[in-house]
């Protein structure tokens, strides 16, 4: 187990280095804001923002088909019994 | 303690053998094509890189730290070196976490503060990303919104996809369960208190001791009934 750990902390470190080297180490020299743009930063950024947009959508969609099919929150409820044994259940 | 770290290793466990077998189960079940080929295997994906994101986290969470602070002022030395500073003190509350979770029972009892320290990094992480999102790179205070600047244009759809998809995904819900989104919203406080411990302390904690195999605190106290006992 302690190997594991210090494992996941060794790429964790070497990780950090190449995001450090990416984004001071190569543009040190330049002092505008173009060149000390963040590419991992950004990249970190546009990463996580993709993947809650894709499962923002997933969950739009989940969410709406249950409403208009299980749920029938329209047109009335498909299992009429259903709402009391899932509040019991969560009693 | 003893139960998140069972279920956090469990449901590691759990979804590796549901990746390694999805596709066969889902080829028997009755769900439609969209369902199977495509909607099934995009979840599975994003659950995995989730998974893999969970593993490199502590090195974003770092660098984020780190940058977050330098950008305050590029120029100046204080900033960087505050930089530096409040990145090491970071690392250092990690490696007490992951030490504390390699010595196991002792160390859980006063985890809580390690929590609570990483709970002060979350808010402070929080100020920083802001602060860093209207003055820095937006520039709000200075040279404004530049609508032809690939960066500021991509950053503030950025923020508008995060903010506005989260508080529409609440709000979705709040014809069909207006309870839940109101506790969504009042518990949001505690939610990001409690986020250094949870996505943080407990989840070295639990990778620290993927070895343990007992059931964690079930059936240790009065409430679950029956005798007493830990395994």
């Known amino acids: 187990m302690v190997f594991y750990a210090i494992f996941r902390l060794f790429y964790n470190a070497l990780l950090s280095y190449i995001y450090i080297y990416i984004d001071i180490v190569i543009p040190q020299n330049d002092t505008g804001p173009d060149g000390n743009r963040k590419y991992v930063l950004i990249a970190i950024a546009i990463y996580s923002t993709l993947q809650l947009f894709v499962k923002g959508m997933l969950a739009v969609y989940h969410h709406f088909k249950w409403v208009l099919t299980d749920c029938r929150c329209l047109t009335g409820m498909k299992y009429p019994g259903r709402p009391d044994l899932v509040r019991t259940l969560w009693r | ?231």
């Open chain 2, 1 to 231: 303690m003893k139960q998140r770290r069972r279920w956090i290793n469990s449901s590691l466990f759990a979804f590796l053998y549901v990746y390694k077998n999805y596709y066969f189960h889902a080829m028997e079940s009755k769900h439609n094509f969209f369902d199977k080929y495509v909607k099934l295997n995009l979840s599975m994906f994003l659950a995995l890189l989730s998974l893999l994101s969970s593993y490199i986290t502590p090195s974003i969470y770092f660098y984020v730290l780190l940058q977050t602070i330098t950008q305050i002022d590029i120029t100046s030395n204080s900033a960087a070196i505050a930089a530096k500073i409040v990145a090491i003190a970071y690392v250092m509350v990690y490696l007490v976490a992951v030490a504390g979770g390699l010595t196991g029972a002792v160390w859980t009892k006063h985890a809580y503060l390690v929590s609570a320290v990483l709970s002060c990094f979350t808010f402070a992480m929080l100020a920083l990303v802001l602060y860093n999102l209207v003055f820095v790179y937006l520039g709000f205070t200075t040279t404004g919104i530049d609508f032809n600047s690939f960066t500021q244009v991509i950053i503030l759809i950025m923020i508008i996809v995060n903010i506005g998809l989260y508080y529409f995904l609440i709000l979705m819900h709040l014809p069909t369960h207006p309870t839940f989104v109101w506790r969504l919203f009042v518990d949001q406080f505690s939610y990001l208190t409690f986020q250094g411990a949870y996505s943080q302390t407990m989840v070295s904690h639990a990778f620290c001791n993927v070895d343990d195999v007992s059931w964690g605190t079930k059936g240790s106290t009065g409430s679950h009934g029956g005798k007493k006992y830990e395994t």
